[in-house]
């Protein structure tokens, strides 16, 4: 259940873009141009979650009021606290290529697709990472 939970959350902004996409299509608007920053903005949201850090249950149990967290995990949520604050920039520049640069490549891809891809593959192995953690 854990893996089908997992699978959902790491997918839910594809399922999201899938269905802008469709609704697009529908009505006849080019949605090339919003897929980079789409995808840019869905990695911002699987970055959110990951800044709260995991709560350690000790044994014998913490004093009241006091939070146990790996120093690992510590260190981790800076990690992704400086991601979300430069994912932040990464989606404006997504967002300027779209609507600027629209026909400009880069490896073959469009280069706001590229740089939406790329932020949403780090967000996805990032929260691979903390599951694992």
């Not at 949605?31 to 995808?39: I, K, V």
């Not at 640069?101 to 949403?120: E, K, M, Q, R, W």
Request: net charge neutral; aromatic share 12%; charged share 10%.
């Amino acid at each position: 259940m854990a893996f089908v939970y997992t699978v959902l959350i790491c997918g839910f902004p594809l399922i999201l873009l899938s269905f802008e996409w469709g609704l697009r299509t529908i009505i006849g608007v080019d949605s090339w141009g919003f897929t980079g920053p789409t995808l840019a903005a869905a990695a911002l949201s699987l970055l959110v979650p990951l800044a709260k850090p995991k709560v350690i249950v000790g044994d014998p149990p913490a004093p009241r009021g006091t939070i146990l967290v790996s120093s690992s995990d510590q260190a981790f949520v800076g990690i992704v606290w400086t991601l979300v604050l430069a994912f932040l920039f990464v989606w404006a520049v997504a967002c300027f290529y779209s609507l600027r640069h629209p026909n400009d490549v880069v490896y073959g891809v469009s280069t706001h697709l590229a740089i939406g891809l790329g932020s949403y593959s780090v967000s996805l192995i990032m929260t691979v990472v903390k599951e694992f953690m």
